[in-house]
């Protein structure tokens, strides 16, 4: 079993920053992928940026240059810092590892990010 909490979220203007962070325990294996996954409202779910143990990453083109995924692979801790948000970065933001054989995906409760001023 894996359990992902997720902390960070909360109201920002427009051009701030915040950083999200994701605790993951359970049943970790090294080969994880990590990532974060965001839904905005009346949106489908979209791929924000995910990064592989070896920290290989990977990110949508609306947030290349102003979100950094991270990772510690010692606390199974995966991070987002996100620079320069504007309104169309409103969404709920969820933590995302996909391992096993069969890519099996766990995903966190949802943080909510909102920019506004």
């Known amino acids: 079993q894996v359990q992902l909490v997720e902390s960070g979220g909360g109201l920002v203007q427009p051009g701030g920053s915040l950083r999200l962070s994701c605790v993951a325990s359970?049943?970790?294996?090294?080969?994880?992928?990590m990532g974060w996954y965001r839904q905005a409202p009346g949106k489908q779910r979209e791929l924000v940026a995910t990064?592989?143990?070896?920290?290989?990453?990977n990110y949508v083109d609306s947030v290349k240059g102003r979100f950094t995924i991270s990772r510690d692979n010692s606390r199974n801790t995966v991070y987002l810092q996100m620079d320069s948000l504007n309104p169309e970065d409103t969404a709920v933001y969820y933590c995302?590892?996909?391992?096993?054989?069969?890519?099996?995906?766990?995903w966190g409760q949802g943080t909510q990010v909102t920019v506004s001023s």
């Open positions: 990064i592989t143990s070896g920290g290989s990453t």
């Open positions: 359970g049943s970790i294996w090294s080969s994880a992928v």
């Open positions: 995302n590892v996909k391992q096993g054989y069969y890519n099996v995906n766990y």
